[in-house]
Every structure is written in structure tokens, then in C-alpha cells.
């Protein structure tokens, strides 16, 4: 099976994402994910995800975010060295 086949990681980019305010939102989404067969991770800024983005990822993911880190998500997946096609 290819990589593509794997479950996607569904990737939370928001600076809240470990706040205890944030907490039952974050255990609904990583059980809804679970359920899909997927694996929540949790970033807080634009910065991180670039690094996992870089070092991590191999596999097509799902990002939900907020307007802030848009840009530099959106900067991070244009310079991606494999040239990762993304829409």
C-alpha cells in the first residue's frame, strides 16, 4: 500500500490548541478523527507545522486553522522542498 492509502492526520494549527479551554474541543476532534482512523495532531503557530510539514509529513493531511496562521501555513506549503501539490 502507498502512503496515500494511510489514514490522513488531520492537523489543528491554533495557538490555543493545549489551553484547558480548549480541552473538550480538542478530545471531541482527536475522537472524531480516531473514529476515521486518523491521528489529531496539535500545533499551536504557522512555525511548527512548517517544521512537521518539512520533517513528518509523507502523507496527504487535513488542516484546519484559523485566519491568523493562513499566510504562513499557506507560505510553508509553497516552499515545501518535495514540491507537495496542494489545493
Not at 472524531?32 to 496539535?42: D, F, N, Q, S
Not at 488542516?63 to 493562513?70: A, I, K
Amino acid at each position: 500500500a502507498s502512503t496515500h492509502d494511510a489514514p490522513w492526520p488531520w492537523v489543528w494549527c491554533h495557538e490555543r490548541c493545549h489551553r484547558a479551554e480548549r480541552e473538550m474541543l480538542r478530545k471531541d476532534l482527536a475522537g472524531a478523527v480516531r473514529e476515521v482512523g486518523g491521528k489529531l495532531i496539535c500545533l499551536k503557530k504557522a512555525k511548527q507545522f512548517s517544521k512537521w510539514l518539512n520533517d513528518k509529513c509523507d502523507t496527504p493531511f487535513v488542516l484546519l486553522t484559523d485566519w491568523r496562521e493562513v499566510k504562513p501555513i499557506f507560505d510553508a506549503l509553497a516552499s515545501k522542498e518535495a514540491g507537495y501539490p496542494w489545493r
